[in-house]
């Protein structure tokens, strides 16, 4: 079975810090897909990125970066010199097979000026 | 470029009444699904449709109806509302069910039940 844990429920950071939101997840397929998505204070949910298993490469967009390790399960999201547009509730979510996306309970980021 | 459109983005219900949350996408995907968001749970699914005609249950189903006469449209419907029902809706669109299709949103209703 399929599972997302987001351990950090609540994370407050002052603007400018680095800031790291973890993510663990189980299967038991070899093939899988993770994401990340956004969700301001406005509601919407935004995508951020997607990654499938065979491809361990760390990613990096702007400030955003993410680092992929099969060995520990985790797909962990790092903000560099977080900003107060950086708040959020952050998501973490697992896509298998034919199944549809498990997501973790998500991370509330606030970043304080 | 509309993409997903959820409407209402906000509902009031007395206990017991029923009411259709409309959801329509304009990208021709197959997949389509509805998440309620609650504290601290994330987003659990509740009905999906992997085409027009064909609706299958997820995670937490009761209480909920569901169905696909159309490829752009899946409306969820809450035939006798509780207030164990109040939360935010989603309903989001993908272009097949694989996993590696991201998923598109709408803007959300949220719903309160009295």
């Known amino acids: 079975a399929q599972k997302v844990t987001q351990a950090q429920t609540e994370i407050s950071v002052v603007e400018k810090e680095d800031v790291t939101l973890d993510c663990v997840y189980e299967t038991r397929d070899t093939t899988y897909y993770l994401f990340w998505y956004k969700q301001p204070p406005s509601g919407e949910l935004v995508f951020l990125i997607r990654?499938?298993?065979?491809?361990?490469q760390n990613e990096i967009s702007g400030r955003y970066s993410w680092n992929f390790q099969k060995s520990t399960s985790s797909f962990n999201f790092t903000i560099t010199a977080s900003q107060v547009v950086d708040s959020a509730v952050y998501f973490c979510?697992?896509?298998?097979?034919?199944?549809?996306?498990?997501f973790g309970a998500g991370t509330r980021l606030t970043v304080k000026p | 470029n509309a993409g997903v459109t959820q409407t209402p983005k906000f509902q009031v219900l007395k206990t017991g009444q029923s009411m259709t949350l409309q959801c329509a996408q304009d990208?021709?995907?197959?997949?389509m699904s509805w998440y309620r968001q609650d504290p601290g749970m994330g987003l659990r699914l509740i009905h999906y449709s992997v085409g027009a005609g064909i609706t299958d249950q997820g995670e937490v189903p009761n209480g909920y109806n569901v169905s696909r006469s159309t490829t752009e449209d899946f409306p969820l419907r809450l035939l006798s509302a509780a207030p164990s029902q109040t939360s935010v809706y989603f309903c989001?669109?993908?272009?097949?069910?694989?996993?590696?299709?991201?998923?598109?949103f709408g803007q959300g209703t949220r719903l309160t039940v009295v």
């Open positions: 990208m021709n995907h197959e997949y």
């Open positions: 990654r499938n298993s065979f491809d361990e």
């Open positions: 989001a669109s993908r272009p097949h069910l694989a996993a590696s299709s991201e998923a598109f």
């Open positions: 979510a697992l896509s298998e097979g034919a199944n549809d996306m498990r």
